[in-house]
């Protein structure tokens, strides 16, 4: 019987541990917003932007440099920025 609960408990760690989402860290990209509604970094990195409230807002500075503080995920070789903050940066 206790080897049974031992067994059982383990699954259930094990399905929790695999189950939670992996956090991601925030990174701070430095760059321009292009006309075509992305972020392209001083290094010619190019990120999406997702389609969020903070992320639209960054969008309307086309043309202008930037700081966006977010996460980043790929999808389909797509890297795209969920944008948590940003600020303008002076010219």
Same mark, same amino acid.
């Given at each position: 019987?206790k080897?049974?609960s031992?067994?059982?408990?383990?699954?259930l760690v094990?399905?929790l541990?695999?189950?939670?989402?992996? !956090?991601?860290?925030?990174?701070?990209? /430095?760059?321009?917003?292009?006309?075509?509604?992305? /972020? +392209?970094?001083?290094?010619g990195? /190019?990120?999406?932007?997702?389609?969020? +409230?903070?992320?639209n807002?960054? !969008?309307s500075?086309i043309?202008e440099r930037? +700081?966006?503080?977010?996460t980043i995920s790929?999808? +389909?070789?797509v890297? /795209?920025?969920?944008?948590?903050?940003?600020m303008v940066?002076?010219?």
């Amino acid at each position: 019987m206790k080897k049974t609960s031992v067994r059982i408990l383990a699954v259930l760690v094990l399905t929790l541990v695999l189950a939670t989402p992996v !956090l991601a860290n925030e990174v701070t990209l /430095i760059g321009k917003v292009n006309d075509s509604y992305q /972020i +392209e970094t001083d290094q010619g990195d /190019i990120y999406e932007v997702a389609d969020t +409230e903070m992320g639209n807002e960054l !969008l309307s500075h086309i043309g202008e440099r930037v +700081e966006a503080t977010g996460t980043i995920s790929e999808e +389909e070789g797509v890297k /795209i920025i969920r944008v948590a903050a940003y600020m303008v940066l002076e010219k």
